[in-house]
Nanobody, 124 residues
């Protein structure tokens, strides 16, 4: 069973940058696609970015395209989300997750394991 632990969240001003990390336990990290999701108060959890098992394919939500970059280091069992140009509407709890497949998927039901989340708050 995989365990995922996010870190790197915090309180920043609009326009700032943050880098989230997701450390995974277990030997199967590199066998599956991974993703980042977020959930703001009163809203449903939404897809932010996904990456294939090799890191060769990535997909982004339109709302973050051009500002966020997802990456992974399979040797370190770690995935990252570099967030630049943060906006107040990016405020949410950010979750990393491991999917059931090797490619990139957007739907929450395609993900098997989830982290506990890390809070990102962007002030205006």
């Amino acid at each position: 069973q995989a365990q995922l632990v996010e870190s790197g969240g915090g309180l920043v001003q609009s326009g700032a940058s943050l880098r989230l990390s997701c450390a995974a336990s277990g030997r199967t990290f590199s066998d599956y696609g991974m993703g980042w999701f977020r959930q703001a108060p009163g809203k449903e959890r939404e897809f932010v970015a996904g990456i294939s098992r090799s890191g060769g394919s990535t997909v982004y939500a339109d709302s973050v395209k051009g500002r966020f970059t997802i990456s992974r280091d399979n040797a370190k069992n770690t995935m990252y989300l570099q967030m630049n140009g943060l906006k107040p509407e990016d405020t949410a709890v950010y979750y990393c997750a491991r999917s059931r497949s090797i490619g990139v998927v957007r739907t929450t039901t395609s993900y098997v394991y989830w982290g506990q989340g890390t809070q990102v708050t962007v002030s205006s």
